[in-house]
């Protein structure tokens, strides 16, 4: 909760913004490490057989030593060449089993962490979808796009392959300490003293560690914004000529990201160095004593068995300190994964709520005021009725708040004060499938997803025929332009309709809508692209489209709202004036000036 309000303290303007940082916890989150575990958990069939596999390795490796031993220290002094064979048949065979069970264990880590990134990705991008349009208004989407695709991949190997070497590791550490007390108590001792030093040490360190690696997760999210915000206005960029100054924001923020990473690599790096050197001070104790202290000394076979065991036993210790090291960057990753997973779906059904069941299109708002950031309002207690089959024109001047009243109607933001009903239901109370179903909707952004002309247009119903398509196509008068292209209705296309016009682009997108047969239909500047010729066509599409049907239509052109059956003037957040275009004509008012200028122009 204290995360969360934090979080919140940020603004939204601050969020969207690819130079600020976001807010991250420098504590480990209990809620987290839980969530990591449930994934765990999902894998643990072939974990399991990892863990097993991992461990008859283990051993097998940790016996080849004592073969060793006894050759030198029984087999070569005795001449005895028949144990000198077996003991060197046994060692061969310890490492092929170790090499083997090693290598079928990878297999398995492998298919685990596949598995494991699988449901992270799934689970992020599907929550994603479910998330209000706000989420997405107040974040880059290249802070969004770099936790579903680079993140996921970072913490997949932290999750499968680090957790079971973990556990691989401290069993190592166990079966190596028994192993080396079986040879001499005293040396066993001395190798095993260095590790509470070390353990002090990377607790010590730890919490700078997790900053610095939050530090580089920042700084790589602001530069990945940054970058998708780049592609995506390079058009403007080019018009401005404003390349060299991009690239010198671009340079500035890959500074950032690269003094960060360094400050954590050298902080993950004295991790490293400090077991490597505790590691070799205590190895080179275990000769010095075996040598200079013991009484009788050390056998041949007993040094060199111990000084192979102490640097197995190091060695173990010396690989958790880089999975250490990769679990600290992974937590920084999995903070901004799951902190998305948490964000609260605010668009959602309520319990108990109810489908709709057939919507006749009776429309209206009671007193309704709304606005984006909780602070200024942009409608305020609006109210309106449209029956069945009435057609609403919406004009206004920019940030009016025509569009956020269609968003109310769709349900693309919840409604804070006031009510709106369709057919005297509560739209709150109803399923968002149910309604959304009821509505054909056609916003300013007409996107377009890659793949060909049909399968863009059945978008809109994903179960219509190639007639349907051909059908809706032409009532629009999008089949002309559409027998044009090289394979017609197969034609591809990139993402956002490249390779074709805008108007276009428009017309696909008016015809996705149309497919959906809807009861209530959203026109959100649905002609701006469209020259007048091909306007032509569509407005007999929209005429024939709106019959029986209740239809918001958010334009500025004459010809698209005169002949609506209302029009409504919104102003700063109110209805200012309504009525036909006869009777906003005879008022001289605000629609009188619009047309006015219009005409003029």
Known sequence: MLKRRKQEQQTAKERNRYDVDEYLDEKVSLFNIKRVVGYLIKAQGPLKLALFFSILASLSSLVGPLFVKRALDEAVPNKDVNLLLTMALFLTASIVVSITLGAVRNILVARAGAGIIHDIRYDLFSHLQKLSFSFFDSRPHGKIFVRVVPYV????????????????????????????????????????????????????????????????????????????ESIDGVKVTQAFDRQEKNADILNSLTDQRNKAWMKAIYISNTVWFSTET??????????????????????????????????????????LANIYNTFITAM????????????????????????????????????????????????????????????????GPTGAGKTTIVNLLSRFYNIEEGEVLIDSQDIMKVTLSSLRRRMGIMLQDNFLFTGT??????YGKLDATDEEIRAAAQLIGANSFIEKLPDGYNTKITERGGGISSGERQLLAFTRTLISNPR??????????????????????????????????????????????RIMFISDGEITESGTHEELMALKGRYYELCYAQYKS
């Not at 080179?284 to 640097?311: C, K, Q, T």
């Not at 609006?382 to 024109?393: D, L, N, T, Y």
């Not at 002309?453 to 059945?458: F, K, L």
Request: glycine residues 6%; charged residues 15%.
């Open 520 to 565: 209530i239909l959203i026109l959100d500047e649905a002609t701006s692209s469209i020259d007048t010729g091909t306007e032509q066509l569509v407005q007999e599409g929209i005429q024939t489209l709106m019959k029986g049907r209740t239809s918001f239509i958010i334009a500025h052109r004459l010809s698209t709202i005169r002949g609506c059956t």
């Open 453 to 458: 002309i049909a399968d863009n247009i059945r």
């Open 153 to 228: 991949n970072s913490v997949s190997d932290a999750l499968s392959n680090g957790i079971i070497n973990f556990i691989i590791e401290v069993l190592n550490i166990i079966f190596i300490i028994f192993f080396m007390y079986q040879v001499s108590h005293e040396l066993a001792t001395i190798t095993v003293l260095g590790l509470p030093l070390f353990a002090i040490f990377v607790w010590i360190v730890k919490p700078a560690q997790r900053r610095a690696w939050q530090s580089v997760s920042n700084k790589n999210a602001n530069l990945n914004a940054y970058v998708q």
């Open 278 to 319: 505790i590691s070799q001070v205590v190895f080179s104790f275990v000769y010095i004593m075996g040598v200079f202290w013991m009484n009788p000394m050390a056998s041949f076979g007993v040094l060199l068995v111990m000084g192979n065991y102490a640097w197995r036993f190091w060695q173990p210790i010396i690989n």
């Open 332 to 395: 920084a990753y999995l903070d901004r994964i799951f902190d998305t997973i948490a964000e609260p779906v605010t668009i959602q059904d309520i319990p108990n709520a109810v489908e709709f069941p057939f919507v006749r299109g009776h429309v209206e708002f009671k007193n309704v005021s709304f606005s984006y950031d909780g602070a200024r309002k942009v409608l305020k207690d609006v109210s309106f009725e449209s029956h069945p089959g009435q057609s609403i024109a919406i004009v």
